[in-house]
């Protein structure tokens, strides 16, 4: 501390204030009004998260506090976390670190009585009618997000006209789920509101905050259940897909009790059964719902009172819990819904055999994959999975018998979704991160070479694609709030029709989402 260019008189101070626990720096930044300004926007001023996730210790385990510090200084790859190094000082950004790693005096307990509490419904299972109030056909209806204003657009998907537009709970994430053929989607908001949109009668049926802080949902195929998966509090909810109401909500607590936030969740239709990837342990889970569940779910197995020799009834919706060799950031499953295909974000790829129990391939591909938005297809007589690369310009190809990567087609940047339709002989991906986001690849999924690269509206991101029920026309988002949807020919390649959006991100096809295409995300 006392060095030649040091008075020691200061440096006396400043060892004085240092011992009695009173830093110059923290004295200097006033952490409560940084963060109120920079960072409660985004992750809530009370950190327990809205755009962005919450900022708390339990839902901060798996990064250090060097690696936040990096993430404030630098942002975040593949998400709107910006660099704050322009902005904030580094003692700021330290105050700010230290700030969300201190637990809150209290987290707002969300449990079921919460979220019956929380519960809205505006019309009673069967009390409106069943016919719908337009015509078009229902197989083709798309949904499309508009974040910009917190809309979206019901769309005809043959005129390409709107149908009608509706307002949305604050920050949408993940897909909205189609269930009954069209007649209802879900909603869910990274806030935890899940909202049911009855399609016939253009109107919300029901609403309920299943979480404080919420990744996405799933509907079970035979539209009988909701399932939520939380960063806040750790757990999955399942809800009544009729009314919404809650029926259980699971903690999501592993092996020696850790519990851990759930990343997403999805149906494996054949299996009656949802999965759960989690964020912060090395586990994967099936939950049943299932009126009479396989062996092997937790909970299921009848037993009998000890003393009333009576039989105890299993539990409802049980568990079974797969062991991972590393963390499962990202998954998907192929089309039979045998197999998990996931990777860490630390870039280990594995391969989980559902029915086996347990990871059985290591997948070897580089990079930092994107495979919630991955999609399948056959190449040479051979099951291939396509995905971006959310840090790299390319887009990895993958053998899905031998696990290994057959080639990188290089793109114009880093990328985040990739669509196809098995009437395409077309795979599109964008190039969302870096200075080419105004460009869309189209690549042949034979030659597995990019035939074309469009530039729909230049200098404004160009985004996610879905393509129409029967795969002749492909919709790319121009994600800006003056923003638009454009429908290509898929097989000319050429412009049909724009329609002025604000901030389209995502759109969902009725069919091809419910036929589970391997073209798209489910
Ligand atoms: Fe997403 C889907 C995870 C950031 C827009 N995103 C998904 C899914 C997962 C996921 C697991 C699949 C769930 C589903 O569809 O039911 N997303 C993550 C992240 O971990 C990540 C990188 C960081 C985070 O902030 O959570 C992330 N996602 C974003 C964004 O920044 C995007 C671009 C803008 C936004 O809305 O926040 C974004 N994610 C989307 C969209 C889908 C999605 C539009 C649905 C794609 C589909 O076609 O189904």
């Known amino acids: 501390m006392h060095n030649k260019k040091t008075p020691f008189f200061i440096s006396w101070l400043i060892a004085l204030l240092g011992i009695t626990g009173f830093s110059h720096t923290q004295a200097a930044v006033d952490v409560n009004a940084v963060y109120k300004q920079h960072c409660g926007e985004c992750h809530g001023q009370d950190r327990l998260g809205s755009i962005g996730p919450a900022l708390l210790p339990q839902n901060l385990k798996r990064l250090r506090k060097k690696a936040a510090f990096k993430v404030i200084k630098n942002g975040r790859v593949a998400s709107q976390m910006l660099p704050f190094k322009e902005k904030l000082k580094d003692e700021e950004i330290n105050a700010l670190v230290e700030l969300i790693y201190t637990p809150l005096k209290e ?167 949802f999965i759960a990837a989690m964020k912060d342990i090395k586990e994967i889970w099936e939950i049943s719902y299932a009126d009479n569940p396989p062996a092997g779910f937790t909970g299921w197995e009848h037993s009998y009172n000890e003393v009333t020799g009576d039989v105890v009834k299993p539990d409802p919706f049980p568990v079974r819990r797969l062991g991972l060799d590393h963390y499962l950031d990202d998954f998907l499953m192929d089309q039979e819904y045998i197999q998990i295909i996931g990777t860490s974000r630390e870039g280990h790829g594995q391969v989980v055999d559902l029915d086996v129990g347990k990871p059985l391939y290591k997948m070897d591909i580089a990079g930092m994959p994107h495979l919630s938005s991955g999609i399948t297809w056959n190449y040479q007589g051979k099951p291939v999975l396509a995905t971006p690369d959310m840090r790299r310009g390319i887009v990895s190809v993958v053998d899905m018998e031998s696990w290994k990567t057959i080639k990188e087609i290089k793109t114009k940047g880093p990328g985040f979704f990739m669509r196809s339709h098995e009437n395409s002989p077309y795979a599109w991906v964008d190039v969302f991160f870096g200075p080419h986001k105004d460009l869309m690849h189209v690549i042949d999924k034979q030659t597995l070479e990019i035939v074309k690269t469009l530039k729909p509206e230049p200098g404004k991101t160009s985004a996610h694609v879905e393509f129409t029920k029967d795969g002749k026309y492909a919709i790319v988002s121009i994600w800006d709030p003056d923003g638009a949807i454009i429908i290509y020919d898929a097989k000319s390649l050429e412009e049909v029709k724009r329609l002025p959006m604000k901030k389209p991100s995502g759109k969902y096809n009725v069919y091809n989402k419910l036929t589970r295409s391997a073209g798209t995300s489910h």
């Open 107 to 273: 987290v707002p307990a969300w449990g079921w009585d919460e979220i019956k509490a929380s519960q809205i419904v505006t019309h009673k299972p069967g009390e409106l009618p069943d016919k719908p109030k337009f015509k078009a056909d229902i197989w083709n209806l798309f949904m499309v997000v508009e974040l910009g204003d917190h809309h979206a657009t019901l769309l005809n998907g043959d005129t390409f006209e709107p149908i009608h537009r509706l307002k949305t709970r604050f920050a949408l994430h993940g897909g909205p789920k189609w269930a009954e053929n069209g007649r209802y989607i879900y909603f869910a908001s990274r806030d935890g509101w899940i909202s049911k949109f009855d399609v016939f009668n253009l109107t919300y049926v029901a609403e309920v905050r299943a979480g404080i802080n919420t990744r996405n949902l799933a509907v079970s195929h035979d539209g009988r259940y909701v399932m939520v998966a939380n960063y806040l509090p750790h757990n999955l909810t399942l809800l009544d897909a009729r009314d919404l109401s809650p029926i259980k909500v699971i903690e999501t607590k592993g092996e020696g009790g850790k519990t851990s936030r759930v990343s997403a969740v999805y149906t494996a239709d054949p299996r009656n059964s």
